[in-house]
């Protein structure tokens, strides 16, 4: 059984930073891709970045300059570097891995998911 884990998440202050991590154990696959979503309260889970297996790197347009997805071979964990938080990036992020080609934008694509980590930014 395939198990994603996130780690990383916190309380920070606008304007500061944090790294996010996520790891699979278990069986493991060489992903597609893998990405990051997130989901505010009240709102839906949205696509935040994701990463190829040949490294290409997708990003919301919005948070692009400020999140930098990453990691260092197919195999090793996967990193989100947040920085310049505001409010509004407050969320729980997930991480999600995809086993096939196709979009890396759309949940519907991705066949595993983590537990998520809470970010928390304050004012």
């Known amino acids: 059984q395939v198990q994603l884990v996130e780690s990383g998440g916190g309380l920070v202050q606008a304007g500061g930073s944090l790294r996010l991590s996520c790891g699979a154990s278990?069986?493991?696959?060489?992903?597609?891709?893998m990405a990051w979503f997130r989901q505010a309260p009240g709102k839906e889970r949205e696509f935040v970045a994701a990463i190829s297996w040949s490294g290409d790197l997708y990003y919301v347009a919005s948070m692009k300059g400020r999140f930098t997805i990453s990691r260092d071979n197919a195999q090793s964990p996967v990193y989100l570097q947040m920085n310049s938080l505001k409010p509004e990036d407050t969320a729980v992020y997930y991480c999600?891995?995809?086993?096939?080609?196709?979009?890396?934008?759309?949940?519907?694509?991705?066949?595993?998911w983590g537990q998520g980590t809470q970010v928390t930014v304050s004012s």
């Open positions: 999600a891995g995809k086993l096939s080609a196709g979009s890396v934008y759309f949940i519907k694509e991705y066949d595993y």
């Open positions: 278990g069986r493991t696959f060489t992903y597609y891709a």
